[in-house]
């Protein structure tokens, strides 16, 4: 039963993590668009 149940894990994670990427790339680019950004 756990190696039926493992498989379906693996792929939700997968895709939570891609979501999470994605995330975390779009927060990168801002992030980098406001440090160009002269402080002074």
Known sequence: MTHKIKPPNIVYYNVKAKYLFE?????REH?????YIPAE
């Open 31 to 35: 992030d980098s668009d406001i440090e």
């Open 23 to 27: 995330l975390l790339n779009t927060e």
